[in-house]
């Protein structure tokens, strides 16, 4: 579980995150939706401990994240660019060192590496160079990275950026079979489209603080609205919410 209460951070000039207040729940896909600079990256940055709050705090499984870092963190997986492997390294290998990286004793990184790699069906890949891997075979190398260690809490930024329709249904698939498995997942977008095929709950976010949430049904409910899309606008407003 992920908590966050009246999380304020100012970076410069700019009130980012402004009493900022939200749970996300074991076993469920919780998704921030915003427009771009509604605070979105900064509050995700924050509860993995990248940035510290002004005021506020954020919680892992009732781990405070600035009171405990290191412990909060082997609690949470972040789900990085998939862009960014060592292509010179096989999966295997890449996936074994960020679980050592976790503090893992190297038997007990061999273990888990094998066992996620078993979950996350990538017995074909396991053993080849990254090097001209599909995005769809880097997405599951990045996701496996992330939940190596076995944290019950995932974090993604904005994860189907620059995805190509295929890798996007790859990636949702996952978070999915996370979810079954009872994780708590969080991650950020603009694209209505996903978060309404995704999200048990949704949190709507503009210029730092909570607007509204619920599950897409009881926001489409509260606004009236046909659809997520038609329901974001009425609650954050027009103009900002064509600037997404």
């Known amino acids: 579980m992920i908590e966050v209460t009246d999380l304020e951070k100012k970076i410069g000039s700019v009130q980012a995150l402004d009493k ?34 002004d005021s506020g705090f954020a919680k ?15 609690q949470l997986g972040l789900f990085p660019d998939p862009c960014g492997l060592y292509e010179r ?25 094998s066992n996620v790699l078993e979950k996350l069906q990538m017995g074909d890949i396991a053993d080849r160079k ?15 990275q992330a939940i190596v260690h076995q944290p019950t809490n995932i974090i993604l930024d904005e994860p189907t950026r620059g995805l190509d329709v295929m890798s996007t249904r790859i990636l949702r698939d996952l978070l999915l079979m996370l979810k079954e498995q009872g994780h708590c997942v969080l991650f950020s977008s ?14 709507v976010m503009a210029s730092g603080k909570v607007v509204a949430e619920g599950s897409p049904q009881a926001l489409c409910e509260q606004t009236q609205k046909e659809t997520l899309e038609e329901a974001f606008i009425a609650l954050i407003g027009s103009d900002e919410g064509l600037a997404a």
């Open 20 to 53: 900022l207040s939200f749970r996300a729940d074991d076993g469920k896909i919780t998704g921030l939706l915003g427009p771009n600079g509604a605070g979105k990256t900064t509050c995700l940055r924050t509860v993995f401990g990248l940035l510290q709050a």
């Open 60 to 74: 892992i499984d009732n781990i405070d994240v600035a009171v405990e870092p290191m412990r909060a963190k082997q």
């Open 89 to 113: 390294l096989t999966p295997r290998e890449y996936i074994q060192f960020f679980a050592e990286l976790s503090g893992m004793e190297k038997q007990q990184a061999i273990s888990a590496t």
């Open 130 to 144: 990254s090097q001209g891997f599909s995005q769809g075979q880097r997405m599951k190398t990045a996701l496996a």
């Open 190 to 203: 603009h694209v209505m489209q996903e978060v309404a095929a995704l999200c048990d709950h949704v949190v």
